[in-house]
């Protein structure tokens, strides 16, 4: 097995695996917007998002994840997520400090997968397996 095929094979991997987990949080917004809403409440600060306010992010949400899933539109899908991820890990920043309370010490997987997200916007032009844009 070369290293192309390997890096590709890798790439392809954690974009799918990305794109699992995303995808979980993005149809919470539509299954269940009252836990949506009381995540952003909690996390992000802001109050009383209505589940059509959670509909149209979840729609939003969904055609990003669509692009990041295809590899297309590359910088601003991958970097989309990136984006997301980013402000999803550093926004529970409470329960980094009590890791040990309750459920937080699940919080820190959080990291490796931003990690991940870093990795496949940085190698976006090597993420090529089921990929149908053009190098960014």
């Keep these: 097995?070369?290293?192309k095929t390997r890096l590709c094979g890798s790439l392809l991997v954690m974009r799918l695996t990305i794109f699992g987990v995303m995808l979980l949080w993005t149809l919470d917004k539509f299954i269940n917007p009252g836990h949506a809403a009381h995540v952003f409440e909690n996390f992000y600060f802001i109050a009383g998002l209505k589940s059509s306010v959670m509909a149209v992010l979840g729609g939003l949400e969904l055609v990003i994840l669509a692009g990041?899933?295809?590899g297309i539109y590359k910088r601003f899908c991958y970097g989309a997520v990136l984006a997301?991820?980013?402000v999803s890990t550093l926004s529970s920043y409470q329960?980094?400090?009590s890791p040990f309370e309750g459920p937080h010490l699940l919080f820190f997987a959080a990291w490796p997968m931003?990690?991940?997200c870093l990795l496949l916007y940085l190698l976006r032009d090597e993420d090529t397996w089921c990929s149908f844009g053009?190098?960014?």
Excluded: E
Aim: aromatic letters at 16%; a positive charge; glycine letters at 6%.
């Design 1 to 3: 097995m070369t290293h």
């Design 68 to 70: 990041f899933l295809l």
């Design 84 to 86: 997301f991820h980013t």
């Design 95 to 97: 329960q980094y400090l």
């Design 114 to 116: 931003l990690a991940g």
């Design 134 to 136: 053009r190098p960014s």
